[in-house]
């Protein structure tokens, strides 16, 4: 298995710029969420969903939208950059069969910067 | 979900326990302590959870104490690799579907 996958690894925008981070994993696993994280703070929910067809917002989720059409994928969509968004993207992935108490899988990240 | 409280920073020496302590007062019944870490900008990895009784896994061990207002995570025998930042989340699955809340954690350095 790959796990938690995402790309790019790196990227640089310009303010106002749309870009598609993307996020999959293959474990066939129901959840599925995406994080920020600022320099020196932890990490922030934006969107999570908890299968095909089902996304919710978490604590910090303006300026993002959110699909999500299969099992396997979960791409992250910045409308228009802003270079508030600076910041590294995490995506994780959960099964939530069995009682759902079980450990939450993360990507490597992706490094966006904001001009 | 209930709030934590751990300690910014630690040092242990190599190849001795490090002890990581959590407070979280205000945690209900049916809430879990998860503990997970970071190496360094790397996507976090899961340690170890407990509900109420101590646990423990090839990684760590998780003692939570009877009132479970506080937990302690235990890495028995720290390596320079185990330097990282310690997150301590208490998590209610009922209602929060899986989301972490996390906090800044503790930053463990591991020195030969």
């Known amino acids: 298995n790959a796990g938690v996958t995402q790309t790019p690894k790196f990227q640089v925008l310009k303010t106002g710029q749309s870009m598609t981070l993307q996020c999959a994993q293959d474990?066939?696993?129901?959840?599925m969420s995406w994080y920020r994280q600022d320099p020196g703070m932890g990490l922030r929910l934006i969107h999570y969903s908890v299968g095909a067809g089902i996304t919710d917002q978490g604590e910090v989720p303006n300026g993002y939208n959110v699909s999500r059409s299969t099992t396997e994928d979960f791409p992250l969509r910045l409308l228009s950059a802003a270079p508030s968004q600076t910041s590294v993207y995490f995506c994780?992935?959960?099964?939530?069969?069995?009682?759902?108490?079980?450990?939450?899988?993360f990507g490597p990240g992706t490094r966006l910067t904001v001009l | 979900d209930a709030k934590t409280t751990q300690p910014p920073s630690m040092d242990c020496a190599e190849g001795r326990a490090a002890n990581l302590p959590c407070n979280h007062s205000?945690?209900?019944?049916?809430?879990?302590v998860y503990w997970y870490r970071q190496i360094h900008s790397q996507g976090p990895q899961y340690i170890i959870h407990?509900?109420?009784n101590n646990e423990t896994n090839e990684m760590a061990s998780l003692i939570i104490t009877e009132d479970r207002k506080s937990s302690t995570l235990i890495l028995p025998h720290a390596t320079l690799r185990d330097t990282a930042v310690y997150y301590c989340?208490?998590?209610?699955?009922?209602?929060?579907?899986?989301?972490?809340?996390f906090g800044k954690g503790t930053k463990l350095s591991v020195k030969p």
């Open positions: 205000t945690i209900s019944g049916n809430e879990y």
């Open positions: 989340i208490v998590l209610n699955y009922g209602g929060s579907q899986g989301n972490l809340i």
């Open positions: 994780a992935s959960n099964d939530l069969s069995g009682g759902a108490y079980n450990e939450q899988f």
């Open positions: 407990g509900l109420k």
């Open positions: 474990m066939n696993h129901e959840y």
